[in-house]
C-alpha cells in the first residue's frame, strides 16, 4: 500500500496545487493525509488537492513522490478511481 503524490502544476487561487492518491486503500489515504495535516475538505472522490508547500510534510509522512501519469497509471490500476462522468 502507498500513497502517491505528483507534481505541483495544476493552478488555482494563486497557487499550484498537486494530487494525492493511495494505489490500494482510502482509510491509507486519509490517515497519512491527515498526519500531513491536510484538511478532509481537500478530498475530492479519489484524491485530494494538496498546495505546493504541503509537499514536504507529506513526504516526511511517507508519501511517495511519482509524476502525474505514473499517479495515474496506478490510481486507476487501484480500481479506486472515480471517473469525470461519475462526479455528478
Known sequence: MTVLVDDPVWPAHGRLWAHLVS?????????????????RRAFD?????VPADALPRLL????????????????????????????H
Open 23 to 39: 494505489d490500494s486503500d482510502l482509510d491509507e489515504l486519509h490517515a497519512l493525509a491527515a498526519a500531513a495535516g491536510i484538511p
Open 45 to 49: 472522490r479519489d484524491h485530494y488537492d
Open 60 to 87: 516526511a509522512v511517507g508519501a511517495q513522490h511519482v509524476g502525474g501519469k505514473e499517479l495515474t497509471r496506478r490510481l486507476i490500476a487501484s480500481g479506486l478511481r472515480v471517473r469525470a462522468r461519475e462526479r
